[in-house]
């Protein structure tokens, strides 16, 4: 059906275009000057108007003639982009005439060199700000860096008598027992029996020591350590002087 | 206990005897792991969870199913595999046609000692279904809240994620856990007695023989006694000291949350408890900081593959820490 559809109108195209056409005639009118008649107001710049506009920096036009001296700052940004581009501009050692090959080749040492200069620098800048390079493309941890004090006490440093004496006169016993055993401890320590580290429990001492006896004595006065300290039982100047008494002969036991 | 000098404050006879008990019960079938099963015992005690996790084959099923039948409670198993969905754990609602309305049907979560077997078989969403039973012991579905009995606790088991067809646990439920207990291999002579029990017939008749040393309510009892145990306030500072350590330790991407200072003194606590004390000292915080800590932290990615463990970034924090005494 579309097919003879197109036949039909390409029939009758072409029985229309076959047709001829009578050229038309044009009638040309004839050549008139007109005059302009119009009157013509002139208009004036308002002066005082242009001298307002004249004294405005948005309205100086005129360039700079050179005979001013730039600023600093004009010119140090001049050498800077002097300086760069000289930078980039392929090196020459001498009047030498070398080979396209060498040429390239000291472009690129000249742009490795441009880039280990640089990374030197951001290297001891961050140095110097104190950040961490391994960690600085790893993401942080999600803790806070909240520091904290620790009050490491070093029982080498304490004057074990005269603390133990100001605390039975205040009667805290409970402290007298810590400065005991932390006596105990430097004693071993200074037998080298054990070796004193901040880390280290209370167990950790016991097991270091090798004697046998001695380590059945020293987890006892421990267990009074404990008791009276982590434990914070009630202790009496009795018990004190029950536990003084532990810890006099263990230290004699010392050697 | 040596001790002449102090009289006990809390009575931990009932205490002492049920460990001795549960302990006594898991030694007849468990050959060696002697600090794992302190450990479940001290979990159990805390009120935690307990993520179990082994190679297979080191028996971390039996331990926790020996566990669940040392104590007369209601006892469920849940196998998780990779096509578990939410509500084959939770439960769902089921039409009644002859109430012509829908009914909960509880799902096997309901109970109060959970063994969930291979937890980690399951996907995330599947795991989500356990975030608000294990923290707030309660289960919301269709907008009702149905309340756990207690004691509640999960007991998982899981093999290492290296292991074929496993998938990570998310960070949010793994807190959740109290414990992490890695079940290592026996050695030499705990494998050869395991083999003469095994060959002279003795666990199957004793696994079937034995009888639950602990009801409901004496757990219940003995938690809340656990609980009461004193910690002195350096020992407090000495637990936040090491969990905030691990915020900011340059090998560890994610420290540990609140939620894990909490779980160490609870853990503290029921240690000094099973050894007889009614106070917490240093060693039982630096002893439960790796079990507590070692799920909850996450090593960097180069620490990782340099072959360092959480394990050994704990016992590093440790070091740093000067012992309260």
């Given at each position: 059906m579309l097919r003879l559809l197109c036949i039909f109108l390409l029939a009758f195209s072409v029985h229309t275009t076959g047709k001829t056409v009578a050229p038309v005639k044009v009638k040309k009118a004839p050549l008139v000057l007109k005059m302009d008649t119009a009157q013509v107001n002139v208009r004036h710049f308002d002066s005082v108007?242009?001298?307002?506009?004249?004294k405005q920096p948005e309205f100086q036009y005129q360039e700079d003639d050179g005979q001013s001296a730039p600023s600093w700052w004009t010119r140090f940004w001049r050498w800077f982009w002097n300086w760069l581009s000289d930078l980039f501009k392929p090196m020459k050692l001498g009047n030498h005439k070398y080979s396209q090959f060498v040429q390239v080749l000291l472009y690129i040492l000249q742009y490795l060199a441009i880039g280990a200069g640089l990374g030197a620098l951001v290297f001891l800048?961050?140095?110097?700000?104190?950040?961490?390079?391994?960690?600085?493309?790893?993401?942080k941890p999600m803790g806070a860096n909240l520091p904290y004090q620790e009050s490491l006490e070093n029982i080498h440093d304490i004057n074990f008598d005269d603390e133990l004496e100001r605390a039975v006169a205040q009667h805290n016993y409970r402290l007298a027992v810590?400065?005991?055993?932390?006596?105990?401890?430097?004693?071993?320590?200074?037998?080298?029996?054990?070796?004193?580290?901040?880390?280290?429990?209370?167990?950790?001492?016991?097991?270091?020591?090798?004697?046998?006896?001695?380590r059945r004595v020293f987890k006892t006065l421990t267990l009074q350590f404990e008791y009276t300290w982590y434990g914070e039982f009630a202790i009496d100047a009795t018990v004190f002087k029950n536990i003084n008494a532990l810890f006099m002969d263990f230290k004699k036991g010392i050697v | 206990m040596e001790n002449d000098f102090f009289e006990q404050r809390t009575d931990m006879s009932r205490l002492s005897q049920a460990v001795d008990q549960i302990k006594a019960?898991?030694?007849?079938?468990?050959?060696?792991?002697?600090?794992?099963?302190?450990?479940?015992?001290?979990?159990?005690?805390?009120?935690?969870?307990?993520?179990?996790?082994?190679?297979?084959?080191?028996?971390?099923?039996?331990?926790?199913k020996l566990i669940a039948k040392a104590i007369d409670a209601?006892?469920?198993?849940?196998?998780?595999?990779?096509?578990?969905?939410?509500?084959?754990?939770?439960?769902?609602?089921?039409?009644?046609?002859?109430?012509?309305?829908?009914?909960?049907?509880?799902?096997?979560?309901?109970?109060?000692?959970?063994?969930?077997?291979?937890?980690?078989?399951?996907?995330?969403?599947?795991?989500?279904?356990?975030?608000?039973?294990?923290?707030e012991k309660q289960v919301t579905i269709d907008g009702k809240t149905y309340k756990m009995q207690e004691p509640f606790t999960v007991l998982a088991t899981q093999n290492p994620v290296e292991q074929e067809g496993t998938y990570r646990l998310p960070e949010a439920q793994l807190d959740r856990f109290l414990f992490k207990i890695e079940i290592k291999y026996?050695?030499?002579?705990?494998?050869?007695?395991?083999?003469?029990?095994?060959?002279?017939?003795?666990?199957?008749?004793?696994?079937?023989?034995?009888?639950?040393?602990?009801?409901?309510?004496?757990?219940?009892?003995?938690?809340?006694?656990?609980?009461?145990?004193h910690v002195e306030r350096k020992l407090l500072e000495f637990t936040a000291k090491i969990v905030h350590e691990t915020r900011s330790h340059k090998s560890l991407y994610l420290g540990g949350s609140p939620r894990a200072s909490l779980a160490m003194i609870n853990a503290a606590k029921a240690l000094a408890a099973i050894k007889g004390r009614d106070f917490?000292?240093?060693?039982?915080?630096?002893?439960?900081?790796?079990?507590?800590?070692?799920?909850?932290?996450?090593?960097?990615?180069?620490?990782?593959?340099?072959?360092?463990?959480?394990?050994?970034?704990?016992?590093?924090?440790?070091?740093?820490?000067?012992?309260?005494?």
């Open positions: 108007a242009l001298k307002t506009y004249s800048g961050l140095k110097m700000a104190g950040i961490d390079m391994l960690n600085i493309f790893r993401r810590r400065l005991l055993y932390l006596k105990c401890l430097k004693q071993l320590s200074d037998a080298d029996l054990i070796k004193w580290q901040i880390d280290k429990t209370n167990s950790a001492y016991i097991n270091e020591l090798t004697n046998p006896d001695q | 019960t898991l030694a007849k079938i468990i050959v060696g792991q002697h600090d794992s099963i302190d450990l479940l015992v001290a979990g159990i005690l805390a009120d935690g969870h307990i993520l179990i996790e082994g190679v297979p084959g080191v028996a971390k099923t039996l331990t926790a209601q006892y469920s198993r849940i196998q998780f595999t990779p096509d578990l969905m939410p509500s084959d754990i939770l439960g769902t609602s089921v039409f009644n046609p002859k109430l012509t309305e829908f009914e909960f049907k509880q799902g096997p979560i309901f109970g109060n000692i959970i063994l969930i077997d291979e937890i980690n078989r399951a996907p995330a969403k599947t795991q989500s279904a356990l975030f608000e039973v294990m923290e026996p050695t030499l002579e705990e494998e050869i007695q395991i083999i003469t029990q095994q060959h002279q017939q003795k666990t199957s008749d004793q696994l079937s023989n034995l009888s639950p040393v602990l009801t409901a309510a004496e757990i219940i009892a003995l938690r809340q006694q656990v609980k009461a145990l917490v000292t240093p060693d039982d915080i630096t002893y439960v900081a790796a079990p507590v800590l070692r799920h909850r932290v996450m090593l960097t990615p180069d620490k990782e593959m340099e072959g360092l463990t959480p394990d050994d970034v704990i016992a590093q924090i440790i070091q740093k820490i000067e012992i309260p005494r």
